[in-house]
């Protein structure tokens, strides 16, 4: 049951405020950390907390942020013989913001992430062949997620896209080819054409890319759940209402538990239901990774909230 992830890696500044600032403003904050995030490790780390065997793909610079990358994935106990290091390239940083209520803004730099090349993809092709699922994402170049994804059906292996953050130029020849699709209503909207503020118009949206010819499009909605659409019409798993301090990672979160449960599993309502579990405990702690919880923390918080 090992998942290939294929994507970035970012060091996460985080500054937490009481109210977002205005543009020209200056504000002070209440609180500053320093943690590992993008949007390929979060997905790799969530996964690799719900059991998952995890196959890294990535690419990190010579500083001291690309040295604790490294060092985070080997403590997680994710294989990092594909990872790529360019010691003349800075690592990938991600500057957020995040308020009192847990939304949060967020500016990142690729740095050599955008070093993560096709040539990476066909280098490690014969460990992909062995993997039970391929996780991709957009920050990384779209010819490296084309390749992932012609690598993953030459081999038979499944594939599941997340396009954050959305890109007009995500062609759909590429997203129909993929087994699973995994946006959040703002890029569902982008990708789509549509709008997507209600339920029934993200119902909409999601079946117009059935229609273009996707198998699987699972939207998340944060508070709202997560919709499974298909051929046959939606399906729903509702979130569990809890107190949001810090919402930064909490789509990783649900899709590297989501593609751990249903490599294990099979069924797809059941590793969105794991998903949304494991989303809604992250987003009680503050930080991407770092809030991400252990198998026991999430049995335990069912115990209490089922």
Same mark, same amino acid.
């Given at each position: 049951?090992?998942?290939?992830?294929?994507?970035?890696?970012?060091?996460?500044?985080?500054?937490?405020?009481?109210?977002?600032?205005?543009?020209?403003?200056?504000?002070?904050?209440?609180?500053?950390?320093?943690?590992?995030?993008?949007?390929?490790?979060?997905?790799?780390?969530?996964?690799?907390?719900?059991?998952? !065997?995890?196959?890294? /793909? %990535?690419?990190?610079?010579? &500083?001291?942020?690309? #040295?604790?990358?490294? +060092?985070?994935?080997?403590?997680?106990?994710?294989?990092?013989?594909?990872?790529?290091?360019?010691?003349?390239?800075?690592?990938?940083?991600?500057?957020?913001?995040?308020?009192?209520?847990?939304?949060?803004?967020?500016?990142?730099?690729?740095?050599?992430?955008?070093?993560?090349?096709?040539?990476?993809?066909?280098?490690?092709?014969?460990?992909?062949?062995?993997?039970?699922?391929?996780?991709?994402?957009?920050?990384?170049?779209?010819?490296?997620?084309?390749?992932?994804?012609?690598?993953?059906?030459?081999?038979?292996?499944?594939?599941?896209?997340?396009?954050?953050?959305?890109?007009?130029?995500?062609?759909?020849?590429?997203?129909?080819?993929?087994?699973?699709?995994?946006?959040?209503?703002? !890029?569902?909207?982008? /990708? %789509?054409?549509?709008?997507? &503020?209600?339920?029934? #118009?993200?119902?909409? +949206?999601?079946?117009?890319?059935?229609?273009?010819?996707?198998?699987?499009?699972?939207?998340?909605?944060?508070?709202?759940?997560?919709?499974?659409?298909?051929?046959?019409?939606?399906?729903?798993?509702?979130?569990?209402?809890?107190?949001?301090?810090?919402?930064?990672?909490?789509?990783?979160?649900?899709?590297?538990?989501?593609?751990?449960?249903?490599?294990?599993?099979?069924?797809?309502?059941?590793?969105?239901?794991?998903?949304?579990?494991?989303?809604?405990?992250?987003?009680?702690?503050?930080?991407?990774?770092?809030?991400?919880?252990?198998?026991?923390?999430?049995?335990?918080?069912?115990?209490?909230?089922?």
């Amino acid at each position: 049951m090992k998942l290939a992830v294929i994507g970035s890696n970012m060091t996460d500044l985080t500054s937490y405020v009481n109210r977002m600032p205005r543009p020209g403003e200056t504000l002070e904050s209440t609180g500053f950390t320093v943690g590992r995030g993008g949007k390929g490790a979060n997905q790799a780390i969530a996964a690799a907390r719900c059991g998952a !065997e995890i196959l890294m /793909l %990535s690419c990190v610079g010579g &500083d001291v942020f690309g #040295e604790a990358t490294i +060092a985070n994935f080997k403590a997680n106990g994710i294989d990092v013989s594909h990872l790529k290091r360019i010691q003349a390239l800075q690592s990938g940083t991600a500057t957020i913001v995040v308020d009192t209520n847990g939304q949060n803004c967020i500016v990142i730099h690729k740095g050599a992430n955008n070093a993560l090349l096709p040539e990476d993809v066909d280098a490690a092709e014969e460990a992909l062949k062995t993997c039970s699922m391929i996780l991709l994402q957009l920050e990384i170049p779209l010819d490296t997620v084309r390749r992932a994804v012609e690598v993953g059906h030459r081999n038979g292996v499944p594939i599941l896209l997340n396009p954050a953050p959305a890109k007009a130029e995500l062609d759909m020849e590429t997203v129909c080819a993929c087994d699973f699709f995994v946006p959040n209503e703002t !890029e569902l909207s982008l /990708l %789509s054409g549509r709008k997507t &503020d209600t339920r029934q #118009e993200i119902e909409a +949206a999601a079946m117009e890319l059935i229609r273009r010819g996707l198998s699987h499009v699972i939207v998340t909605m944060g508070a709202r759940g997560a919709l499974w659409m298909t051929q046959e019409g939606a399906k729903y798993v509702e979130a569990h209402m809890v107190k949001a301090v810090d919402t930064t990672g909490a789509g990783d979160a649900f899709i590297g538990c989501f593609a751990a449960h249903y490599v294990r599993g099979g069924n797809v309502l059941d590793a969105m239901r794991a998903g949304c579990d494991f989303a809604a405990l992250s987003v009680m702690r503050r930080g991407a990774q770092a809030s991400y919880p252990t198998q026991e923390e999430v049995e335990a918080f069912l115990a209490e909230h089922v």
